[in-house]
């Protein structure tokens, strides 16, 4: 809580960054905090840019007791609107910054809109906007937690701090221009970073049934070879993981010519980068409807067995919706 006498959280433009080592220097490995630093602010642009705003972020000399960095976020214009502004995205980056990967935002942003200094504004326009930023900043909670830029940055950042082992803990602090603090510190011990570090990379793959994939080059011989398509106007490699369909091909039961295509059900693998940008792995086709010759579909014995299924379910549910009529 706030004393009555402090400065408006709506003066919070700084935030400042301390690495805290159990040894009692104030040296840290250049290569290990530049890294750390670059996901820092990445992870504020993101944060920015999800409200529209494209900001710099000016930094000032180190300090010791551990090291202190402060990150200032500006704008090549200062008014009312880019003060309030900025002081949502820091206090946003704060939040997101130092909670968990499991937990929920807590609504710290809440405490800025019910600043008194809100309800003094004479500019009509400006309160509007205020309120459009609070309800844009309530509505995007779950954004924040889900987005993959940011949780990636956030990950990398403790990752790298985790396999250094002079950093005993961090802490973040909301500060005005003086360095004033706005909000208490909040501090994460180094037994604590393994909380905001994702334990894969990998995503939950994409399945899609009925896709369609036109074949360019299949494969004839045994093996785990991949097979090139077209879907969605676009060239794939694609692992084929039907062995009925590969049989029948490869028994010559099934033969391709120039625009041959299959019906099937498609598995897309993906993964984050570094940059937390999605990026596929791999296709994998698990089953094959059917596949069509001069644009005449031919169901396949998988896609026949399948298909019957889906139909008993289907009936099967019907009949238990009936009987509770």
């Given at each position: 809580m706030l004393e009555e006498n402090s400065v408006s959280l709506f003066d919070g433009n700084t935030l400042e960054l301390h690495y805290w080592f159990e040894d009692g220097t104030h040296t840290m490995d250049a290569v290990v905090q530049n890294r750390c630093e670059h996901e820092f602010l990445s992870f504020i642009k993101?944060?920015?840019?999800?409200?529209g705003a494209y900001v710099n972020i000016e930094?000032?000399?180190?300090?010791?007791?551990?090291?202190?960095?402060w990150f200032k976020i500006v704008y090549d214009q200062e008014n009312k609107k880019s003060t309030i502004l900025a002081a949502v995205i820091t206090a946003l980056a704060l939040n997101i910054f130092t909670t968990p990967i499991q937990k929920t935002i807590e609504k710290v942003v809440d405490n800025i809109f019910e600043d008194e200094e809100l309800k003094t504004l004479e500019k009509d326009k400006l309160k509007l906007e205020i309120e459009k930023l609070r309800q844009e900043t309530r509505e995007s909670n779950a954004y924040y937690i889900q987005n993959n830029i940011i949780k990636k940055r956030r990950s990398n950042f403790y990752e790298l701090l985790g396999n250094y082992p002079k950093v005993s803990k961090i802490s973040l602090t909301l500060e005005d221009n003086s360095k004033r603090p706005l909000l208490p510190e909040k501090t994460i011990y180094r037994e604590n970073f393994s909380e905001y570090i994702l334990e894969s990379s990998e995503l939950e793959p994409i399945e899609l049934d009925n896709e369609t994939i036109e074949i360019i080059s299949p494969v004839l011989k045994k093996g785990n070879y991949k097979w090139m398509g077209i879907y969605k106007d676009t060239p794939i490699s694609f692992n084929m993981k039907s062995n009925e369909f590969k049989n029948l091909v490869q028994t010559g039961l099934i033969q391709f010519k120039n625009g041959t295509s299959i019906n099937c059900l498609l598995v897309i693998n993906r993964r984050l980068d570094n940059d937390g940008?999605?990026?596929?792995?791999?296709?994998?086709?698990?089953?094959?409807?059917?596949?069509?010759?001069?644009?005449?579909?031919?169901e396949t014995p998988e896609g026949k067995k399948h298909r019957q299924k889906k139909e008993a379910d289907r009936q099967q549910l019907n009949l238990f919706a009936s009987n509770n009529d």
């Open positions: 993101t944060i920015s840019a999800s409200l930094t000032e000399p180190l300090a010791e007791g551990g090291i202190r960095r940008i999605e990026r596929i792995t791999s296709y994998d086709i698990i089953r094959v409807n059917k596949y069509f010759e001069n644009s005449k579909p031919i």
